[in-house]
Nanobody, 119 residues
Framework: QAQLVESGGGLVQPGGSLRLSCSAS????????VGWYRQAPGKQRELVAT???????NYADSVKGRFTISRDNAKNTVYLQMNSLKPEDTAVYYC?????????????WGQGTQVTVSS
């Protein structure tokens, strides 16, 4: 069973950068697809970016060209580099790890980290 811990959130001015980390316990993290999601007050949780176990990435249109997702399997960590941040990026950011193996789907969520973009 995996446990996910997000870190790296905080307060940043518009145009600034932050790097979020999603660190996992367990030896099989590399076999999971990992996604970053965010939820702003009063809004539904939305997908921001994903990376497969093979390293393929996908992004929401709203963050393409500004955010980069990457993974370091040796460190059991997935990163979200966020550049050119905008006030509308303000949200709680969550990571999710998922995989399907042997007919069983496993899904784990972290507790979230707050990102606030404001001057």
């Amino acid at each position: 069973q995996a446990q996910l811990v997000e870190s790296g959130g905080g307060l940043v001015q518009p145009g600034g950068s932050l790097r979020l980390s999603c660190s996992a316990s367990g030896s099989t993290f590399s076999t999971y697809a990992v996604g970053w999601y965010r939820q702003a007050p009063g809004k539904q949780r939305e997908l921001v970016a994903t990376v497969t176990s093979g390293g393929n990435t996908n992004y929401a249109d709203s963050v393409k060209g500004r955010f980069t997702i990457s993974r370091d399997n040796a460190k059991n960590t997935v990163y979200l580099q966020m550049n050119s941040l905008k006030p509308e990026d303000t949200a709680v950011y969550y990571c999710k790890a998922s995989r399907q193996a042997g007919g069983l789907q496993s899904v784990y969520w972290g507790q979230g980290t707050q990102v606030t973009v404001s001057s």
